[in-house]
């Protein structure tokens, strides 16, 4: 499945190191106009970017309100890219279906109810990138990192693209 997603990725919260390998990750990142209604108080309606792995699928609602601007990476970094495996309208039926989760939830929300309009949607197309240094795996964009041996032997597979 050849899908363009251009050469832009999400801003970098960590910064690269020379010697590090970054993986090109590519997301489907929806603006969506949601609304949290809550039972006894009127409804809030609020602007927020999904993104969705167009590798495997998963989604997550960021805290962001609108696009980031895409960055272009250094010409130094050594960096693979992944292949998509979902298509722009499968994206969009997670985004729409599948991204609202209980990971937030306390007692006092325990009582509201989140909804996404879709005919507001905003598409881009962007890349992830996932930065391998030593024996971590770091999330460039949200900074969360992962500790894993087997990584070592994961460039040997992926496609280099310079």
Known sequence: MEIDFGNFFLPFNIKTNLGDIVIASPVYAFEALMSENRKLSPAKFFRRIILVDAVNGSSEITKLT??????????????YRLE??????????????????????????LYMDWKIYPEHFVEKRLYKGYIIREDRLIDSFSAHAAVSPKIYDLPSRLRKTS
């Open 66 to 79: 609108k696009f980031p601007a895409p960055v272009v990476l250094d010409a130094h970094l050594e960096f």
């Open 84 to 109: 998509p495996c979902i298509t722009s309208a499968t994206a969009r039926f997670i985004a729409e279906k599948g991204t609202l989760t209980y990971e937030d939830r306390s007692f006092g929300t």
